[in-house]
Nanobody
């Protein structure tokens, strides 16, 4: 059974930091590109950051470059998102995603709320 379980969300003041984690199971984690997406109320889900299977290549949305860092631990089947200098516009539900070719897995999401 495939599971992606996010944790680490919460309420933080603008300028603060949060670290999201995603624990994966039920598939060959090291073979998948892992990403974080987010969806704010009334908006479409958007890619925040991604990291390829070997962990060497990362990509970020322009809005988070320099503030967020994605990392993965293939030995522990986890992917993390370190979020610094948070802004009110970062408020959203954050989702963990695993993708390999046409296969896509999603977590249930974790709420991040940044108060201004």
């Amino acid at each position: 059974q495939v599971q992606l379980v996010e944790s680490g969300g919460g309420l933080v003041q603008a300028g603060g930091s949060l670290r999201l984690s995603c624990a994966a199971s039920g598939f060959t984690f090291s073979s998948y590109t892992m990403s974080w997406y987010r969806q704010a109320p009334g908006k479409e889900r958007e890619l925040v950051a991604g990291i390829f299977s070997a962990g060497g290549s990362r990509n970020y949305a322009d809005s988070v470059k320099g503030r967020f860092t994605i990392s993965r631990d293939n030995a522990k089947n986890t992917v993390s998102l370190q979020m610094n200098s948070l802004k009110a516009e970062d408020t959203a539900v954050y989702y963990c995603n695993a993708k390999r070719f046409l296969t896509n897995y999603w977590g249930q999401g974790t709420q991040v709320t940044v108060s201004s």
